[in-house]
């Protein structure tokens, strides 16, 4: 995984998001609530996730944070 992943949160309550940027190899800073403006990921904070909580990819039918 890489800054500019799209990747789905894959906890309790599914989430679709954007790495924004590494904070270590298990650990990234993910961007899951931006309005629909995903091409403007980098402006938006990113969340610290761990990486054996993300899927690579968007899953259809997960839920976005900002609907």
């Known amino acids: 995984m890489k800054k500019g ?4 949160y894959i906890g309790e309550n599914k989430r ?3 790495i924004k940027s590494m ?3 298990t650990r990234v800073y993910v961007v899951y609530s931006c309005n629909h403006n ?5 402006n ?4 610290l ?6 899927q ?3 899953i259809e039918d997960t839920k ?4």
């Open 56 to 58: 690579e990819g968007w």
């Open 16 to 18: 679709i998001g954007i």
């Open 23 to 25: 904070k270590t190899d």
């Open 5 to 8: 992943d799209k990747v789905t």
């Open 49 to 54: 996730t761990d990486v054996d909580d993300l």
């Open 38 to 42: 995903w091409d403007n990921y980098e």
């Open 64 to 67: 976005y944070d900002d609907i």
């Open 44 to 47: 938006y904070t990113g969340e």
